[in-house]
């Protein structure tokens, strides 16, 4: 063959080649993201005690805030935050005075910490807090703006705040919701948990515990319901209904894509899976599972703003995800909700549970209940 076709036909070789692989980058559900690694950066390694961290936030890509219990050898406890101003290059821990549950910030220095006592307003982007709300049972809070918030919590706690936590007002539509099954609930028997907007469209659950006594004559399946309360104008209305549930609600996220995703997580451990992420359309009763696997158990999911999401699950040891022992940490990324692809994660994080803050798609972390925090880093 003479050179210049050999050359001709190695070129063509080569296009076909460039614009197969160009095709398989464009079908493939990894992103630059999933060629990035998860990688330890912090870890609380004191021996004889457990750093729990129960939620984190990163309203920015330099700053988070992570929260939990410290317990130590004979089951002392102590609550304690850790931030970083830095995207994770350093982290700060600050002892506080009561244990938190959860977190929830607007911006670097506009936050709040729930607590087992009460609810705190973050000073210094979390290095230190000044008490909001001295009350028992608060379990969430979320604020739509640094005056406009709500607290939910144990036996029908639904609040509204207009003035930053100064004064707070109960919300009606939470007390109602106890009988949204058709039979009178009594109001411990409701456990409102989740909280979630996306722009002025808010949902707001409530799981009824299904080992409360029911009033005569009604149905076990009374009890195995959630109360939905939804709002389309940011709170000024609300609109109430009741879904049957064979499961516990883990998370809850509304996406700026018009679709709601939720962690459902089975107690019984007879059933197939420990936990699975379902989608719906907004308003749509119908839903599909989208994640769920038998030899895992999600503990967290979170949505991206181009339409992805993270899933953060627990490999346990042994052959049950019923076993209360730290497992592998494993986290996956999905740019369609359809295909997902496992990343590549620190060969130290065990955990039995994780959760999840995304700052941006490039910059999100993953704190577990065993004292670390993992950053996505670039592989190069």
Same mark, same amino acid.
């Given at each position: 063959?003479?050179?210049?076709?050999?050359?001709?036909?190695?070129?063509?070789?080569?296009?076909?080649?460039?614009?197969?692989?160009?095709?398989?980058?464009?079908?493939?559900?990894?992103?630059?993201?999933?060629?990035?690694?998860?990688?330890?950066?912090?870890?609380?390694?004191?021996?004889?005690?457990?750093?729990?961290?129960?939620?984190?936030?990163?309203?920015?890509?330099?700053?988070?805030?992570?929260?939990?219990?410290?317990?130590?050898?004979?089951?002392?406890?102590?609550?304690?935050?850790?931030?970083?101003?830095? $995207? +994770? /290059?350093? *982290?700060?821990?600050? @002892?506080?005075?009561?244990?938190? #549950?959860?977190?929830? &910030? %607007? !911006?670097?220095?506009?936050?709040?910490?729930?607590?087992?006592?009460?609810?705190?307003?973050?000073?210094? $982007? +979390? /290095?230190? *807090?000044?008490?909001? @709300?001295?009350?028992?049972?608060? #379990?969430?809070?979320? &604020? %739509? !703006?640094?005056?406009?918030?709500?607290?939910?919590?144990?036996?029908?706690?639904?609040?509204?705040?207009?003035? +930053?936590?100064?004064?707070?007002?109960?919300?009606?539509?939470?007390?109602?919701?106890?009988?949204?099954?058709?039979?009178?609930?009594?109001?411990?028997?409701?456990?409102?948990?989740?909280?979630?907007?996306?722009?002025?469209? +808010?949902?707001?659950?409530?799981?009824?515990?299904?080992?409360?006594?029911?009033?005569?004559?009604?149905?076990?399946?009374?009890?195995?319901?959630?109360?939905?309360?939804?709002?389309?104008?940011?709170?000024?209305?609300?609109?109430?209904?009741?879904?049957?549930?064979?499961?516990?609600?883990?998370?809850?996220?509304?996406?700026?894509?018009?679709?709601?995703?939720?962690?459902?997580?089975?107690?019984?451990?007879?059933?197939?899976?420990?936990?699975?992420?379902?989608?719906?359309?907004?308003?749509?009763?119908?839903?599909?599972?989208?994640?769920?696997?038998?030899?895992?158990?999600?503990?967290?999911?979170?949505?991206?703003?181009?339409?992805?999401?993270?899933?953060?699950?627990?490999?346990?040891?042994?052959?049950?995800?019923?076993?209360?022992?730290?497992?592998?940490?494993?986290?996956?990324?999905?740019?369609?909700?359809?295909?997902?692809?496992?990343?590549?994660?620190?060969?130290?994080?065990?955990?039995?549970?994780?959760?999840?803050?995304?700052?941006?798609?490039?910059?999100?972390?993953?704190?577990?209940?065993?004292?670390?925090?993992?950053?996505?880093?670039?592989?190069?």
């Amino acid at each position: 063959m003479p050179a210049a076709a050999k050359t001709a036909c190695s070129r063509t070789r080569l296009g076909k080649t460039t614009l197969a692989l160009a095709l398989a980058l464009l079908a493939s559900p990894a992103s630059l993201r999933a060629a990035g690694r998860w990688k330890i950066q912090y870890l609380y390694d004191q021996a004889g005690f457990n750093f729990d961290i129960r939620d984190i936030a990163c309203p920015s890509a330099q700053r988070c805030v992570a929260a939990g219990v410290i317990t130590d050898q004979n089951d002392r406890r102590r609550g304690a935050v850790v931030v970083t101003s830095d $995207g +994770g /290059r350093h *982290w700060s821990q600050f @002892e506080v005075k009561e244990q938190p #549950l959860s977190l929830f &910030f %607007l !911006d670097e220095t506009t936050g709040w910490m729930v607590t087992d006592h009460g609810l705190w307003s973050a000073v210094e $982007g +979390g /290095r230190s *807090w000044n008490r909001v @709300e001295n009350r028992k049972g608060i #379990l969430q809070a979320y &604020f %739509l !703006d640094a005056n406009h918030g709500y607290i939910a919590g144990a036996s029908s706690l639904l609040d509204e705040t207009l003035d +930053g936590g100064k004064t707070w007002t109960k919300l009606p539509q939470g007390i109602a919701a106890s009988s949204g099954t058709g039979v009178t609930i009594e109001a411990r028997a409701v456990s409102f948990d989740s909280i979630a907007f996306q722009g002025p469209h +808010g949902i707001i659950i409530g799981e009824i515990d299904p080992s409360a006594p029911l009033p005569k004559g009604a149905g076990r399946s009374a009890a195995r319901r959630v109360i939905v309360l939804e709002t389309l104008d940011r709170g000024k209305n609300w609109n109430t209904s009741s879904v049957p549930l064979d499961a516990g609600l883990g998370r809850l996220r509304l996406s700026k894509q018009g679709f709601v995703l939720t962690l459902l997580v089975y107690a019984e451990a007879h059933s197939a899976l420990a936990s699975a992420v379902f989608q719906a359309a907004l308003g749509e009763p119908r839903s599909r599972m989208i994640f769920g696997e038998r030899d895992r158990t999600v503990t967290d999911v979170a949505l991206l703003d181009d339409g992805g999401a993270v899933v953060a699950a627990v490999e346990p040891p042994g052959n049950s995800p019923q076993v209360p022992i730290p497992g592998k940490l494993k986290i996956l990324e999905s740019r369609n909700l359809k295909l997902w692809q496992e990343m590549d994660v620190d060969y130290r994080a065990l955990a039995q549970s994780a959760v999840i803050a995304v700052a941006d798609p490039g910059h999100i972390w993953v704190a577990t209940d065993t004292g670390a925090i993992l950053g996505l880093v670039n592989s190069e």
